[in-house]
């Protein structure tokens, strides 16, 4: 069975950072794409970042471009996204999810390209 868990959510202040994991069980970031998403209430889930380390591959959200970044630790089969110079713009729940099968580049930032999904993790920046 396919789970994912984020961690590392919390409150800062504008211009601060937090990195959020996601731990994976039931299957290798070797083998599979992740992909990090954020929503806010009342609003469509929003594609943040993408990585294939099959394909060598990253994708940013332009609204993150510079100040995100994603990575992964195959030794505790973990993903990170490290988010820097953090806005009142960026607060939502962030979610991690995983695909079953391949995702090309241009659907990467898609919901409806992920199949399974962690339970989200809050992120709140005051001004």
């Known amino acids: 069975e396919v789970q994912l868990v984020e961690s590392g959510g919390g409150l800062v202040q504008a211009g601060g950072s937090l990195r959020l994991s996601c731990a994976a069980s039931?299957?290798?970031?070797?083998?599979?794409?992740i992909g990090w998403f954020r929503q806010v209430p009342g609003k469509e889930r929003e594609g943040v970042s993408y990585?294939?380390?099959?394909?060598?591959?990253?994708i940013y959200a332009d609204s993150v471009k510079g100040r995100f970044t994603i990575s992964s630790d195959n030794a505790v089969n973990t993903i990170y996204l490290q988010m820097n110079s953090l806005k009142p713009m960026d607060t939502a729940v962030y979610y991690c999810?995983?695909?079953?099968?391949?995702?090309?580049?241009?659907?990467?930032?898609?919901?409806?390209?992920?199949?399974?999904w962690g339970q989200g993790t809050q992120v709140t920046v005051s001004a």
């Open positions: 039931g299957f290798t970031f070797d083998d599979n794409a």
């Open positions: 999810a995983a695909p079953e099968g391949l995702i090309r580049a241009g659907a990467a930032l898609r919901p409806e390209s992920y199949d399974y």
């Open positions: 990585i294939d380390r099959r394909a060598g591959t990253t």
